[in-house]
Antibody, heavy 121, light 112 residues
Framework: QVQLVQSGAEVKKPGASVKVSCKVS????????MHWVRQAPGKGLEWMGG????????IYAQKFQGRVTMTEDTSTDTAYMELSSLRSEDTAVYYC??????????????WGQGTLVTVSS | QSVLTQPPSVSGAPGQRVTISCTGS?????????VHWYQQLPGTAPKLLIY???NRPSGVPDRFSGSKSGTSASLAITGLQAEDEADYYC????????????FGTGTKVTVL
């Protein structure tokens, strides 16, 4: 069974960066298309970006372009999401979510437990 | 702002049937992209409920069903149970440049 285990909660000051990890077990990272979704307190789900198996590239929501970087370490089956120039509106729970490659535009079968990132001065 | 619109809330008594709509446009649902549905219980990660418009993953009760027509999709819950009280989100793909994978605005289901 696939498990996605994320790193712990973070508290950051405005202007700082945060890097959240997502460790995969039960599958290898290369067998999955890994994406990141966030949820602000009391709000809905917001897609940030992820790996597109059709193009073989990582794609980002326009809203986060230039501020987010998603990387993968296949040697440890760990995915990372780094968000820079943090502001208070970035306070949210960040989820990694994945579907099995080489499916294209698949549903998110697997989710991490979420990582709370709090941005506060 | 989400490009998929859902009603903020729906409610029903135990045993009743409720439906949740998900309204999109010609760049997402209307373009033929699949719609998926997720259930999010309080304080937990979302869970896949319906995929490919109308398919249930293993373990999801057949009380949950999905459909799609034109630029909209719907989730129906029949025989509503107390444990169904949760937030529900639709999700699809959008061919515009702002975001490729899009979620609905979310619907809170309350069991009266």
């Amino acid at each position: 069974q696939v498990q996605l285990v994320q790193s712990g909660a973070e508290v950051k000051k405005p202007g700082a960066s945060v890097k959240v990890s997502c460790k995969v077990s039960g599958y290898t990272l290369t067998e999955l298309s890994m994406h990141w979704v966030r949820q602000a307190p009391g709000k809905g789900l917001e897609w940030m970006g992820g790996f597109d198996p059709e193009d073989g590239e990582t794609i980002y929501a326009q809203k986060f372009q230039g501020r987010v970087t998603m990387t993968e370490d296949t040697s440890t089956d760990t995915a990372y999401m780094e968000l820079s120039s943090l502001r208070s509106e970035d306070t949210a729970v960040y989820y990694c979510a994945s579907y099995r490659a080489p499916m294209v535009r698949g549903p998110y079968d697997y989710w991490g437990q979420g990582t709370l990132v709090t941005v506060s001065s | 702002q989400s490009v998929l619109t859902q009603p903020p809330s729906v409610s029903g008594a135990p045993g009743q049937r409720v439906t949740i709509s998900c309204t999109g446009s010609s760049s997402n649902i209307g373009a033929g992209y699949d719609v998926h549905w997720y259930q999010q219980l309080p304080g937990t990660a979302p869970k896949l409920l319906i995929y490919g418009n109308s398919n249930r993953p293993s373990g999801v009760p057949d009380r949950f069903s999905g459909s799609k027509s034109g630029t909209s999709a719907s989730l129906a819950i029949t025989g509503l149970q107390a444990e169904d009280e949760a937030d529900y989100y639709c999700q699809s793909y959008d061919s515009s440049l702002s975001a490729f994978y899009v979620f609905g605005t979310g619907t809170k289901v309350t069991v009266l």
